[in-house]
Every structure is written in C-alpha cells, then in structure tokens.
C-alpha cells in the first residue's frame, strides 16, 4: 500500500509543501526509479533500520 498527501517544511526558507509518498517496502532501486520517472532530483529512503538517507537520483 503507499499513502500521499501534502508534503510539510519546518525549515527556515518555507518552502511551500507538495505531494508525497510513502511505499512501504520499496526497495531502493524502485525508488530511484520512480524518482526518475518523475523528474525528481533526490528522494528520502529507509531501509529496515527506519534511518532516512537523502538519495540524489540526477
């Protein structure tokens, strides 16, 4: 299953908020690849360790 709805900045340049996902279980390779598909720059994945790593795709 995944969820989406507004993304949230609680950092100093308030940037706006805007949509997001979360795709339990997906694997990194995955992510990039849907990161990619759709023009992303970077994306937040966790393994099982549930530690956010910021991954550039581009």
């Given amino acids: 299953g995944h969820g989406d709805g507004p993304g949230n900045n609680d950092g100093p340049a308030r940037w706006p908020g ?3 996902f979360l795709v339990p279980g ?6 990039r690849a849907l990161a990619t ?9 966790a393994r099982s360790d549930a530690v956010p790593r910021l991954l550039l795709v581009r």
């Fill in 37 to 45: 598909r759709h023009g992303q720059n970077a994306l937040l994945h």
């Fill in 18 to 20: 805007e949509a997001s």
């Fill in 26 to 31: 997906l694997t990194e390779p995955e992510a």
